[in-house]
């Protein structure tokens, strides 16, 4: 791999000028890999000329694939921003974040330029001269409020070759017969009257004014007054349908609150976007889509590629957009959003208060959506074959790794140390051969593994007896062995023949090891499985930062693409892995802190318990003072002043 030595393209000193501008990577067949902005031209490109060993993996494998670089000179940041949306829409750069599902949402739109307009739902955002509302989550859910707001505005919704053909035979057209289309061509108003109703459609639907309600509970109630009892239940059902209508979109903010919140989770690889659209103080639509990411960019990079791509194709911003974090151009990406508004845009990071919140709710739907997404990616029978294929051959296996386990370590701050193992077979978890271990002393997470694998690799049998990858193998330890090697593996009550199914699928071979981090946590594992003399196992090591793959014969690491389904499924494999090892250590320590508590006079299961969930640890509940231990419920002043004399008298136990 190269070292501090630069690329032969690279510019020489001085030829690159300071100014505002666009870049361009391109390889040797002149393909365009990335496109990116910068304020100063020289002092960026500076950062991916320096020497390749202090490059993030990602960006040296992009700058080492082109062969070329060129930069074009603008005027401003606002320029450079708009010059790099358009590139990046022309050229669809490998290496620049590659958006998903992003257009695929439908819209309620009225096609104002039409004679007669109609309320039409459609995903098209290019019908000349339409007015859209939305976007919104499903079809069924526009649907729904389209239903309600005719009942409100009637206004035509034919198709219209049916309308053309009704007003040519002054028949109305059969939507209108069965009482589901209001327009000119049902007869019962004219094109001006009909174009008003539109007007009032629109109107309502921008601004969407509460006091409606109040007009036709007036209407109504004075055509009650003088015996139109008529004109009474129309107005009727009109006032249930705008209630109705506000009902169902619940205020989040002040009423007069038009804003755009962006929600973003994102690892390694990918991200998920959740966009709540505020118009009324009120959540009037929702976008989600994904991300894959080839270059490792920080949050607010890949804001400002978001909120680009959220408007970039028509959409217009809110006046004020709220966003996890600011990018460096800010101040260039609020003009930008204020060109396509036509008024003043703020961008802002909503740090406290209501707006925070909201943040916080579509943050929380993002990580959903990228945890779903990640899910449905992994689960598909193609998608997993040519990822465990992909992994064969970049690890250079003789066979698919059709068994992979994995280990991690958790600890406390050097204490409560565990350890999980999780099982995937053909791509897919197998929860049911899961294991936890708990590790009394290690010198760290090395030691912690070594251990660990350790312990493991005894269930395996001989090496010279090496059956099926998935076939059991007989266990080369005593019960007694078992037990006290990894004893909190063993359920209370467990049967002889329960225990010894545990055993047998503990002894099932995998073909890959997989260990959670880098270098020295896969030379750990290999000291293991070589001391244990079992052989034909392939060993790798995952590290979170780089998301590299490391063997333990490698200099450097395997480097898989960003958005290949082999990545994808060791980082679920990790992750997973990850996740059992946290909960299980938790689960531990929650026991511990509650051993802690138990010793204390006068505390029942129930008080330890309101306790732990007051305070959350003995180490914060060892920090309050008598007043504030009296304030939780069921502790009165009295033993209040016992736990705390308790917990810190001498010799008091410490908590773990």
């Not at 890999?33 to 060993?53: D, E, M, T, W």
């Not at 401003?76 to 010059?83: I, K, M, R, S, Y």
């Not at 936890?436 to 005894?458: E, G, K």
Request: hydrophobic share 40%; with cysteine; proline share 5%.
């Amino acid at each position: 791999m190269p070292g501090t030595e630069g690329v032969p393209y690279r510019p020489k000193k001085g030829e690159i000028p300071t100014s505002p501008g666009v870049y361009r990577f391109r390889d040797a067949d002149r393909r365009v890999l990335y496109v990116g902005k910068a304020k100063n031209l020289r002092a960026r490109l500076s950062n991916y000329f320096a020497p390749l060993r202090t490059l993030h993996e990602r960006t040296r494998r992009m700058v080492t694939t082109a062969a070329s670089v060129e930069w074009t000179v603008v005027a401003n940041e606002v320029e450079a921003l708009q010059l790099e949306f358009t590139w990046i829409n022309e050229f669809d750069p490998p290496f620049n974040v590659q958006f998903k599902d992003d257009k695929s949402y439908p819209y309620l739109a009225v096609t104002l330029a039409d004679e007669a307009p109609r309320a039409v739902v459609t995903r098209n955002r290019n019908i000349r001269g339409a007015k859209y509302f939305g976007p919104y989550p499903k079809v069924w859910a526009v649907n729904e409020t389209l239903e309600i707001l005719l009942k409100l505005f009637p206004i035509r919704t034919c198709k219209d070759s049916d309308y053309r053909r009704a007003m040519a035979s002054g028949k109305p057209c059969f939507a209108g017969q069965i009482g589901r289309c209001f327009g000119p061509c049902s007869g019962l108003v004219t094109v001006e009257e009909h174009r008003e109703s539109v007007d009032r459609f629109v109107s309502f639907m921008q601004n969407q004014d509460r006091r409606i309600l109040g007009e036709l509970t007036q209407r109504m109630r004075s055509a009650a007054a003088v015996q139109d009892y008529e004109s009474a239940a129309r107005l009727r059902d009109r006032l249930q349908a705008a209630t109705s209508f506000f009902e169902k979109s619940a205020v989040v903010l002040g009423e007069k609150v038009d804003i755009d919140v962006f929600g973003i989770d994102h690892d390694e690889l990918a991200a998920a976007v959740q966009l709540f659209i505020v118009r009324g103080g009120r959540i009037r639509g929702v976008r989600s889509w994904t991300v894959d990411k080839e270059l490792d960019v920080p949050l607010g990079d890949l804001v400002d590629s978001v909120v680009q791509n959220a408007y970039g194709d028509g959409g217009v911003p809110a006046a004020e957009v709220v966003v996890p974090e600011l990018p460096d151009d800010a101040e260039a990406l609020e003009t930008w959003l204020g060109t396509i508004a036509g008024r003043k845009v703020r961008l802002r990071a909503a740090q406290r208060g209501d707006k925070a919140a909201l943040l916080a709710t579509a943050t929380q739907n993002a990580k959903q959506t990228l945890m779903l997404y990640k899910t449905r990616r992994s689960a598909d029978f193609t998608t997993r074959s040519r990822a465990l294929e992909d992994i064969q051959e970049a690890l250079g296996m003789a066979d698919a790794p059709l068994r992979i386990e994995c280990y991690d370590v958790s600890h406390l701050s050097g204490t409560n140390i565990v350890a999980s193992m999780v099982v995937f077979e053909d791509g897919l978890p197998r929860k049911d051969e899961y294991r936890r271990f708990t590790i009394p002393h290690s010198t760290d997470d090395t030691d912690s593994l070594h251990q660990v694998l350790t312990r493991r690799l005894a269930y395996l049998k001989a090496p010279d007896s090496i059956g099926s990858p998935l076939e059991p193998a007989t266990a080369t330890m005593t019960d007694a062995a078992i037990s006290s090697s990894d004893g909190a593996d063993v359920p209370d009550g467990e049967t002889d023949a329960a225990a010894s199914e545990r055993r047998k699928k503990f002894a099932y071979r995998p073909n890959l090891l997989i260990v959670d981090g880098g270098q020295p946590q896969v030379a750990a594992a290999a000291r293991a499985l070589q001391e244990s003399g079992v052989e034909g196992i392939y060993l790798c090591g995952i590290a979170k930062r780089l998301e590299e793959i490391w063997t333990p014969d490698g200099d450097y690491p395997v480097i898989l693409p960003r958005n290949s389904d082999a990545l994808f499924l060791f980082q679920r494999v990790r992750d997973e892995a990850h996740r059992f090892a946290i909960t299980h250590q938790r689960a531990r320590r929650k026991r511990d802190m509650g051993s802690v508590l138990s010793e204390i006079p006068g505390l029942g299961p129930s008080r330890v318990k309101e306790l732990l969930r007051h305070f959350g640890s003995v180490k914060q509940l060892r920090a309050a003072s008598e007043t504030d231990i009296a304030e939780v419920k069921g502790i009165g002043p009295s033993l209040a002043a016992t736990v705390h004399r308790t917990l810190h008298a001498d010799g008091a136990p410490a908590p773990r």
